[in-house]
């Protein structure tokens, strides 16, 4: 491995000597990924198959000569979903950054446009490679271009509902496509469904879905047989029609821990060690507050076992919304619908239209995928979903593709939406609970990634009247207006700075409708107002203060902190935070000019 840093040295080697380097980048990626963090298990599924293409094909060299020359045509390549990439980055140019990997100013955990040559297409999110080959797929048929274009779906994306779309289309299209299944019987968590189950009774002489649809059908074959794997594909360079490769593949393969818990490995943390510090005092650590999902997971089989109309939908995130908590007790009453966004809102409707009172729960960034589901089946007909947006605000190392910081801007000009945001757990708890007597039209929850600020996440529940803000502190001369859990950094910034007696903080909790009333007693009392929020700017809740101060005709001037119009990169939480002075420190600095001193 230490002679290939691009596809050019990889071709340089004898096919007998692929093993062998197979499982030089399985040690080299554990080594660094152990020590730097990131998706794990995914990628040590797709040694083989990823070697085997750079070996065979030619992706993102640069062409010099006429585009016209078939040999100077560059074949394409995405990978869906993104995760998975990793050793395609290793392959391609990105060895000698590889710790930087999801780091701020390093490399990105996902396949990215502008971050390389190889990188043809970004697939942070699933289900949306086979759409995007079939496009780059057709415009060279029109541009007379005879180059591969071959999409690897899996991970549990052939699950999502566009995948299938792109299907329906390629079953009818003549251009030069590959798509690679690679079948690990994974997601995050295990594949449920129909597909999974076709895809285990598959066999080469059976006629299958694919088939079906009218494309050419080949396997299932061995994902980890990197010999067999070459020959097949350089069979497939002669092949120019639409045709589907299903390859078996082993989720964590070569690391026994992975391979044995696929769902823990799929993803590790990077952890920073300080080496002046030791375990010799052999002293237990402290009880850390649970995460945010995890109080949403626990709660909600609380309200599941009082209440018999409580379900639970997770388009595939059940470990990762803790959802499975209630899966594990109550089985028949958590539906895992796989990933597909768009059916878990609409199925939830139907559920509620039935007297369910369904928790829906879905990462912000996914919800964006069902943004007309959302408008269409259920807002518009006001009816009672609990929409549970999980990963709101700055998610950290996963970059732009998962920052949840469009949801407040998006969802606040839908109609008969009631929108809730709590700064702690115990808020989350209470909001849930509300939301679950509610039935008066559909409810968002919206909570961050990551631990709360409580020892104990139990409390004893308050009965909420929505529109309805809470005073954490009473000062003289400036008031902060915050919303959601990024009020724990004002309130560490008026505490650790001795603001108290002059900054006045009320924590919002309600995005939609605003609590009107106490918001128009602080245009009464104070001249300087600051909103403070972990989202968009544009359209977010700072700007709807403003519209509610100029309809007021509020005299004095509101400073809104959030995060401006870009896309924001990858780095850790607080890294990111401090970036954009939504941190402790970085209020503090605008109180402080506020106030003169």
């Known amino acids: 491995m230490d002679s290939i840093s691009y596809p050019s040295d990889l071709k340089k080697l004898r096919k007998e000597q692929l093993p062998q380097l197979c499982a030089e980048i399985r040690t080299f990626f554990v080594e660094k990924i152990l020590k730097n963090g990131g998706h794990f298990s995914a990628n040590l599924g797709v040694v083989e198959i990823t070697v085997a293409l ?23 390549l995405v990978w869906d979903v993104g995760h998975q990439a990793y050793i395609h980055k290793l392959l391609t140019g990105r060895k000698f950054e590889f710790e930087t990997i999801r780091k ?79 079948d690990n019987q994974m997601g995050i968590d295990p594949n449920l469904g129909a597909i999974n189950s076709h895809l285990n009774e598959i066999q080469s002489t059976s006629p299958n879905l694919f088939e079906n649809l ?20 350089v069979q497939e360079k002669n092949n120019t029609i639409p045709k589907v490769l299903h390859i078996k593949t082993l989720k964590g393969k070569g690391y ?21 510090v030791t375990d010799s005092t052999n002293q237990p650590a402290s009880p850390k507050p649970l995460k945010f999902q995890e109080v949403f997971g626990h709660t909600l089989l609380e309200l599941a076992q009082a209440d018999e109309r409580v379900v639970g939908i997770t388009p595939a995130m059940p470990s990762g919304s803790s959802m499975k908590i209630m899966m594990d007790v109550m089985p028949n009453r958590v539906f895992d619908v796989g990933i597909a966004e768009q059916h878990a809102v609409t199925f939830a409707a139907g559920l509620a239209l039935e007297g369910k009172r369904p928790f829906c729960n879905i990462y912000s960034t996914f919800a964006q995928r069902a943004y007309d589901q959302i408008i269409h089946d259920v807002a518009l007909q006001n009816i009672p979903v609990i929409f549970c947006l999980d990963r709101a605000g700055l998610v950290g190392a996963d970059g732009p593709t998962h920052h949840g910081t469009f949801d407040l801007a998006s969802l606040n000009a839908i109609p008969n939406l009631t929108i809730l945001s709590p700064m702690d757990e115990h ?19 919206r909570y961050p990634r990551g631990r709360g600020n409580k020892a104990n996440y139990k409390n004893e529940i308050e009965t909420l009247h929505i529109p309805s803000s809470r005073v954490l502190n009473s000062g003289s001369q400036i008031a902060v207006i915050s919303l959601g859990q990024i009020g724990t950094e004002v309130k560490k910034a008026i505490e650790e700075h001795h603001l108290s007696e002059n900054v006045t903080h009320l924590d919002a909790r309600c995005m939609k409708p605003l609590d009107m009333k106490t918001i128009g007693q602080m245009f009464d009392q104070y001249s300087k107002i600051v909103t403070v929020e972990e989202s968009s700017l544009i359209g977010g809740f700072g700007q709807q203060v403003k519209v509610l101060a100029q309809d007021a005709q509020y005299p004095g001037t509101i400073t809104s902190l959030g995060l401006p119009d870009v896309f924001v990169e990858h780095g850790e939480i607080a890294e990111l935070r401090h970036s954009f002075g ?14 003169g001193t």
């Open 104 to 182: 701020r100013e390093g490399l990105s955990g996902f396949p990215k446009i502008d971050e390389s040559l190889f990188d043809h297409f970004g697939t942070g999110h699933s289900s949306t490679s086979i759409s995007a080959i079939i496009g780059m797929a057709e415009a060279a048929l029109l541009d007379i271009k005879a180059n591969k274009h071959i999409a690897v779906i899996g991970d549990g994306s052939l699950t999502g509902g566009m995948a299938f779309e792109a299907l329906n289309n390629l079953g009818v299209s003549k251009a030069n496509v590959l798509v690679i299944v690679n």
């Open 427 to 445: 808020e989350l708890r209470n909001m849930m609970y509300w939301a679950t007597s509610h039935t008066d039209g559909p409810v968002v929850l």
């Open 582 to 595: 939504i941190d402790a420190k970085g209020i503090r600095k605008v109180l402080i000019n506020l106030l």
């Open 214 to 233: 009218g494309l050419k059908y080949e396997g299932p074959i061995d994902g980890h047989d990197v010999i067999a794997l070459v020959n097949t594909l």
């Open 54 to 76: 750079h070996y065979v094909y030619k992706f993102g060299e640069q062409v010099t000569q006429s585009l016209q020359s078939e040999e100077n045509q560059s074949d394409k």
């Open 256 to 276: 026994e821990p992975a391979e044995k818990s696929q769902t823990d490995w799929h993803s590790v943390s990077y952890v920073k060690i300080d080496p002046n």
